[in-house]
């Protein structure tokens, strides 16, 4: 393989070893590899690459240098909530739920129904649970509780209530 003269052997060998991103120290590594001589088949068994895969990034690197081997931007698909409403709808999740929601505890369909109403714009539930693991959110949610529960009637409940649960004797076995 035909290369460049723009690093030396010692410069690819530390740019490889101190590089933090992976996929770019193993397409350095490559080259470092043939700029030591070695053959396409040897590469390959030393990185897990295919050949035209180090054909290719030999290529890159001999008319971009370095800059060739990293990856370029990938925007993918559009988010359906524009960045601009995602503080808007951080907030409306973060208040309690209201009436017109029908629900005690904002949950996956609640949530997509607001997204719908108020935002305009129609998620799968799936596409939901990403949008809000991007924005922090968990699965977690607090157990539901009724507006009009009194907490001291019912930690007085459980003081004063019997238990119901009583310990079997003998051991349920489990199936085989």
């Known amino acids: 393989m035909n290369l460049n003269d723009r690093y030396t052997k010692q410069e690819l060998?530390?740019?490889?070893r101190?590089?933090?991103?992976?996929r770019l120290a193993r397409r350095i590594h490559?080259?470092?590899?043939?700029?030591?001589?070695?053959?396409c088949p040897q590469i390959m068994t030393i990185t897990g690459a295919a050949r035209r895969t180090i054909q290719q990034w030999v290529r890159k690197y001999n008319k971009q240098?370095?800059?060739?081997?990293?990856?370029?931007?990938?925007?993918?698909?559009?988010?359906?909530?524009?960045?601009?409403?995602?503080?808007?709808?951080?907030?409306r999740i973060e208040a309690a739920p209201t009436?017109?929601?029908?629900?005690?505890?904002?949950?996956?369909?609640?949530?997509?129904?607001?997204?719908e109403r108020e935002f305009g714009v129609l998620y799968s539930m799936q596409g939901?649970?990403?949008?809000?693991?991007?924005?922090?959110?968990?699965?977690?949610?607090?157990r539901p509780q009724h507006e009009k529960a009194d907490p001291q009637l019912q930690e007085q409940f459980k003081k004063t209530s019997s238990k119901r649960w009583i310990k079997?004797?003998?051991?349920?076995?489990?199936?085989?």
């Open 13 to 16: 060998q530390t740019l490889y």
């Open 65 to 91: 240098g370095i800059n060739g081997l990293k990856d370029k931007p990938r925007p993918g698909q559009p988010t359906k909530l524009p960045r601009k409403a995602e503080l808007r709808f951080c907030e």
């Open 168 to 176: 079997s004797n003998q051991p349920i076995p489990a199936r085989k």
């Open 18 to 22: 101190t590089e933090k991103n992976a």
């Open 30 to 39: 490559a080259v470092y590899l043939a700029a030591k001589g070695l053959s």
């Open 99 to 115: 009436k017109k929601d029908g629900v005690s505890v904002l949950n996956g369909p609640a949530i997509r129904r607001i997204l």
């Open 128 to 142: 939901l649970y990403d949008l809000l693991h991007r924005l922090g959110y968990s699965c977690l949610c607090p």
